[in-house]
């Protein structure tokens, strides 16, 4: 075991952690390998979960409690430190933690894990320092950026402008805001001009009121009419009204050749209703049409009735919902599954839904929209087949198990080979390798995608939004120029030279620039989105960041 750190001799040096799961694990690693930070972690029990790779870090002291009391919380000097996270348990359970935190240093400030968001956004007036950060909001879009097969989740808005990630021959040149290459290193960021297009794999754009979304489904007439065919003749009863309606159009016609379209409207309804006058000299098509409305009209009203009593009762009028052809298949509804499930569907793609729990949190979701649901393991060949995955787009497996999301996509491998699946992996080394070794085969980590809004939170910094590249997170992060080392003095061009960081926009509240720099454009206090990359950074300089985690922390830094 390593050497425990001494504690805190002044107020404010070291930080909380609760929690032994992976996420915890993230974010002390974060905190300690990245920013050099001295990190307190409180769990039930060191040899348990993330415990001893937690244990293992440098500049970690290990208090094992079962509960986070009173006591846990002075015996970690809650007093002195400046930040507590809590990923400990439910939203209850962490909210009350933040509670006995609070009455122990009432200027503590507080990172909470919290799923419900309507609970979260009330939380915050509990406290007066307090950022709440969910690992299923932040994570739930790369899940379905990737099951769609696209660059990046959805636009982010910050700042009052639009910011959305795209392939460079799909935006205009005056719109680039930066380059990104994506490798399996480190994504780099290219500043904006000639040579671009050719070097970047991705760009950052702002958005210029076109409407555009880059996981929306593209129209595509022929498969929106077999779309609405399929759902026509999978309805309770759509196929029964479509036959019924074309004996009435095949009365109307017989009658048109007849009568005028007035009298042949008005004796097509008359028949339909039983009130039709027969006559022995009708004319041949007459009798015919009389004959099959009449029939048609004793099925016709029916219907009719049962459909509008079905509504009544059920509030649809569909029976259980089947799944069709190019749809996607969504494997665990616990936190991450419900979330990426009702992005799916909110984008307009069909989802089938898959657990082993039929009273999974994700359940009364999928039946409140519709969604076919499939009880059973995901990994067995005959629930796949349930699932119809012979003609489904995608696979996404996101229980909380590894090992059940990977052998369901080895399973799914193995009937299809073709097809694209995203699994979830909480070990990033593993998901990494996979990635590489199987074809077609996206994974991603909920903890490396979240631990990073939560380090940066705990020191101070606000991260306003995450993008996800590939593998890979980058931070858009508001920065107030400090003691930071190196940062006061030094120009925004020495800050993105390695292309780990760009500087988006610059608020200029310090004093005048030295010598040979120059002036910024807006007047102090206004934000420049086109700030001059000569500018010299000084103490009260208010800075909008995109960075990498690696770039992020020389803004971080106060070593």
Request: overall charge neutral.
């Amino acid at each position: 075991m390593p050497a425990q750190p001494r504690r805190a001799d002044r107020r404010g040096d070291h930080l909380i952690v609760c929690g032994d799961g992976p996420l915890s694990y993230r974010i002390t690693e974060e905190l300690t390998s990245r920013y050099g930070e001295h990190v307190t972690v409180i769990l039930p029990d060191r040899r348990n979960h993330h415990g001893p790779q937690i244990s293992a870090l440098p500049r970690v002291r290990v208090l094992e409690y079962p509960e986070l009391s009173s006591q846990a919380f002075t015996d970690a000097d809650v007093q002195s430190a400046r930040a507590l996270a809590v990923v400990w348990q439910d939203d209850v359970g962490n909210l009350h933690a933040g509670l006995r935190a609070q009455e122990l240093n009432p200027g503590l400030r507080l990172v909470l894990a919290i799923f419900n968001r309507r609970l979260g956004d009330h939380i915050r007036m509990l406290f007066p320092d307090c950022t709440v950060l969910s690992g299923t909001a932040m994570s739930a879009p790369s899940f379905v950026a990737a099951a769609l097969d696209q660059p990046a989740p959805s636009h982010v808005r910050v700042q009052r402008r639009t910011l959305y990630v795209a392939r460079p021959d799909d935006v205009a040149p005056g719109a680039v805001v930066c380059g990104l290459t994506d490798n399996h290193d480190d994504p780099r960021l290219l500043p904006p001009g000639e040579g671009l297009r050719d070097q970047a794999d991705l760009v950052l754009a702002v958005a210029d009121g076109t409407p555009r979304n880059p996981l929306a489904r593209r129209p595509n007439p022929a498969r929106a009419l077999a779309g609405l065919l399929r759902r026509l003749v999978w309805h309770k009863y759509g196929l029964v009204f479509t036959v019924l309606l074309t004996v009435i159009g095949v009365g109307l016609g017989l009658l048109a050749t007849v009568y005028s379209l007035s009298n042949a409207l008005y004796l097509t309804l008359m028949d339909l209703t039983g009130s039709a006058l027969t006559r022995s000299q009708d004319t041949s098509a007459e009798k015919v049409a009389q004959v099959m409305l009449t029939v048609d009209g004793m099925a016709f009203i029916p219907v009719i009735t049962a459909i509008v009593v079905g509504a009544r009762l059920t509030g649809s009028v569909r029976r259980a919902p089947r799944p069709a052809s190019g749809h996607i298949i969504v494997v665990g509804l616990g936190n991450v599954g419900t979330a990426v499930t009702g992005q799916l569907h909110d984008l307009g793609f069909d989802v089938v839904c898959v657990d082993n729990n039929p009273n999974a949190p994700g359940i009364p979701m999928a039946r409140q929209l519709g969604l076919p649901v499939v009880i059973g393991d995901a990994f067995r060949e005959q629930t796949l087949h349930a699932a119809h995955l012979d003609t489904c787009l995608a696979l996404v497996s996101v229980t909380s198990l590894d090992i059940v999301n990977l052998e369901t996509a080895l399973t799914a491998r193995a009937l299809r080979d073709d097809l694209r699946i995203v699994l979830r992996l909480t070990d990033d080394d593993l998901a990494e390798r996979l990635e590489k070794t199987t074809g077609n085969t996206i994974s991603r980590s909920v903890p490396y995608l979240a631990a990073p809004a939560f380090a940066t939170a705990m020191l101070e910094h606000q991260v306003l939004r995450t993008i996800d590249v590939g593998r890979h997170v980058l931070l858009i992060a508001e920065i107030r120029v400090a003691d930071q080392a190196g940062l006061a003095g030094s120009l925004i061009s020495g800050t993105e030279q390695d292309g780990q960081a760009r500087v988006l926009a610059l608020q200029a509240n310090g004093p005048p620039p030295a010598p040979g720099g120059t002036t910024p454009a807006n007047p102090p206090g206004a934000l420049d989105w086109s700030p001059q990359r000569d500018h010299r950074l000084a103490a009260g300089d208010r800075l909008i960041v995109l960075a990498t985690r690696r770039g992020l922390g020389r803004f971080l830094s106060v070593h």
